[in-house]
């Protein structure tokens, strides 16, 4: 299984931009897709944005559609989210996930976003 570990959380303004990082190591990392969850207090894990293998095909949650971008450096077994025009409401623990589309079986132990009005 490949091993994840996210970084790049924080606290930001309303109106602010962060930049998530994934770093993988172990597995297969060029052959898996990518993806990125959230889990805000109190709600279940929700879908943010996914990542084909070899970076073609992406996709968004509709909330988050325009504002963040989904990316992958596959020499560096790196993913990234970059999130702009934050909202309050975009405020959570934000997951890494390896595997395949619908399956992600390998998952980042998380780091938090914290958006300020």
């Known amino acids: 299984q490949v091993q994840l570990v996210e970084s790049g959380g924080g606290l930001v303004q309303a109106g602010g931009s962060l930049r998530l990082s994934c770093s993988a190591s172990?597995?297969?990392?060029?052959?898996?897709?990518m993806g990125w969850f959230r889990q805000a207090p109190g709600k279940e894990r929700e879908f943010v944005a996914a990542?084909?293998?070899?970076?073609?095909?992406?996709f968004y949650a509709d909330s988050v559609k325009g504002r963040f971008t989904i990316s992958r450096d596959n020499a560096k077994n790196t993913v990234y989210l970059q999130m702009n025009s934050l909202k309050p409401e975009d405020t959570a623990v934000y997951y890494c996930?390896?595997?395949?589309?619908?399956?992600?079986?390998?998952w980042g132990q998380g780091t938090q976003v914290t958006v300020s009005s």
């Open positions: 996930a390896a595997g395949r589309f619908g399956d992600f079986g390998s």
């Open positions: 990542i084909g293998w070899f970076g073609g095909s992406t």
């Open positions: 172990g597995g297969t990392f060029s052959s898996s897709a």
